[in-house]
């Protein structure tokens, strides 16, 4: 079962379509039940679709390690 820090840590990738189907279905099933999580997971595919107009392609390496770095601080923020 995915917990929320998985989660996080595997928003990006299943943003940019790069999970397993295994691995997408445990994430949709955690969002499905963890409104924290659904809040960052809506917030962040905004954000990325902003970034990419819509269209489906790898995230630069320095997005990906902000989009990283700002859900982890968000993620501590929120546990602190
Ligand atoms: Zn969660």
């Known amino acids: ?3 929320c820090k998985d ?3 595997d928003l990006s990738e299943y943003l940019e379509g790069c999970l397993d189907d295994e691995l997408r279905r445990e994430l949709q099933a955690h969002l499905n039940g963890c409104h924290h999580c659904k809040v960052i997971f809506d917030t962040t595919r905004k954000t990325v679709e902003l ?3 819509g269209r489906v392609f790898p ?3 320095n ?3 902000r989009l990283h770095s700002a859900l982890r ?3 501590e923020k ?3």
Do not use: E, F, G, S
């Open 1 to 3: 079962m995915v917990n």
């Open 7 to 9: 989660c996080l840590k």
């Open 51 to 53: 970034y990419c107009d």
């Open 59 to 61: 995230l630069p390496d």
């Open 63 to 65: 997005v990906r390690l």
């Open 73 to 75: 601080r968000r993620w």
């Open 78 to 80: 929120k546990r602190a």
